[in-house]
């Protein structure tokens, strides 16, 4: 479900015309996400 999550947003940031190449969609489990709140989306540039 995170997976489809963060391919939803790629598509988004696709659509608004980012370059798929500075585009890495990363989906973190549970268990490694100890300090991330669930279903937050993190972008850097």
Not at 22 to 31: A, C, I, K, P, T
Request: proline content about 2%.
């Amino acid at each position: 479900m995170g997976k489809e999550r963060a391919n939803a947003v790629k598509g988004l940031f696709l659509e608004l015309g980012v370059d798929e190449k500075q585009l890495v969609v990363l989906s973190v489990g549970e268990r490694h996400n100890n300090f991330i709140p669930k279903r937050t989306v993190m972008q850097g540039y």
